[in-house]
């Protein structure tokens, strides 16, 4: 990240508050490798973070006052009072950053107030979790400057419980977490039950190899209710496995255990989609602890295909995306975050990009759909101070 964009971003502060910011903070974006809608279900996920980062220039105040700007949102700040922060009473772009403020005092924290210029790079909609980075990069700000002394798995959860009661969003841990944690280089082997971490090597440069993800550009308006019926679906399939979390459902047990829940047809979809997603995180864990890079490529097409029959939250564009890839030689393909648009993820070798590239947005324009946009995915650093 240039000095220049942190510089930016410090002048745009003191032209709304008056006076330099205390600092200025980034939370990366993250691209998640392997793992989808196993968070929420107490399992394995693998994302990295992407360069794309959410930027706080924020200065304490002792007043009481909670001040929110957006470069990308908002002409003027947004003042609200501290103590009046209360799940549902901010139903705008401002809840994610004071729901972050609200779960901090909730938690014991005692803050008493904040100045905040906010801007991202974090593409909105592309299931890229720009909003986990917008939460992380306030939280690592406050938790600075007010000198909480909170590690980054923590912060990770009281951004999630920000969104989850404050914000009104059914979220799992990843996103957060991925950006608070994730380092240069790696992919994050999560385990979000105990939240234990491992930083898993990810230079696929170095092989010879790119990671591109693709955003669609689209996002079907029913995404946000499926979501949450995906959720209660799992949580209904480990009740009638009297299990406490689908994780809890060993790979090895998966066909006795879908016996088990008879004709709850939509039920035994969704359970067996997050236990063979568990057991593909494992797989690609394995695979790159042990080289055998290029071995990812057929499990990401494999967990595209759950993703699209069992847990049915792909769209066409999606589809388009990875078939696309696929016969153009691309290594593996599949859709990446909550579903029903947003993006894709591409492995490709290094010298197939540009025709991978070419052929996903031909297929787009013969299709009549806008181009998609497509940018490299680098393994990039976490959240963290940069002025």
């Known amino acids: 990240m240039g000095e220049a964009v942190v510089g930016t971003v410090g002048e745009r502060f003191r032209e709304l508050y008056g006076a330099d910011p205390e600092g200025v903070w980034a939370a990366p974006g993250r691209v998640n490798l392997i793992g989808e809608h196993t968070d929420y279900n107490d399992g394995f996920v693998m994302p990295f973070a992407l360069p794309h980062t959410a930027l706080a220039a924020v200065s304490r105040r002792t007043d009481g006052i909670l001040r929110l700007h957006s470069a990308d949102i908002a002409a003027d700040p947004v003042e609200l009072r501290v103590a009046d ?110 939240l234990s971490q491992q930083q898993i090597p990810f230079d696929l440069a170095a092989e010879g190899m790119r990671l591109l993800v693709v955003d669609t550009r689209v996002k079907h308006s029913h995404s946000e209710g499926e979501y949450g019926k995906r959720r209660a679906g799992c949580e209904k399939g480990a009740a009638l496995l009297g299990v406490d979390a689908l994780r809890d459902v060993p790979y090895a047990d998966l066909d ?58 792909s769209c066409a564009e999606l589809d388009l995306v990875v078939d696309t890839a696929l016969a153009t030689g691309a290594l593996g393909a599949r859709m990446t975050g909550g579903g029903f648009g947003g993006s894709a993820i591409v492995l490709a070798e290094a010298a197939d990009v540009d025709t991978v590239t070419k052929a996903v947005e031909d297929a787009f324009t013969a299709a009549g759909l806008k181009t998609p946009r497509v940018f490299e995915a680098v393994p990039s650093a976490g959240a963290r101070r940069v002025g």
Request: glycine share 10%; with cysteine; net charge negative.
């Open 256 to 313: 006795a255990a879908l016996e088990r829940l008879g004709d709850e047809e939509e039920v035994r979809r969704l359970v067996r989609h997050v236990v063979t997603e568990d057991e593909r995180v494992e797989r690609v864990v394995g695979l790159l602890k042990s080289g055998d890079t290029r071995a990812i490529g057929p499990v990401l097409v494999e967990g595209h295909v759950s993703l699209r029959d069992d847990f049915r939250i």
């Open 85 to 194: 922060l209360t799940p549902g009473s901010d139903k705008a772009w401002t809840a994610y950053p004071s729901g972050v403020v609200w779960a901090l005092r909730e938690a014991g924290h005692e803050l008493t107030g904040a100045d905040v210029h906010l801007a991202s790079t974090v593409p909105s909609g592309a299931g890229l979790s720009s909003s986990a980075a917008l939460e992380v990069v306030v939280a690592l700000a406050l938790n600075d400057l007010y000198a909480l002394g909170l590690r980054g798995w923590q912060l990770a959860r009281l951004c999630q419980r920000a969104e989850n009661v404050y914000v009104g969003a059914p979220v799992g841990i990843m996103d957060q977490t991925a950006s608070a944690c994730c380092e240069a280089g790696h992919a994050l082997f999560l385990d979000t039950r105990d």
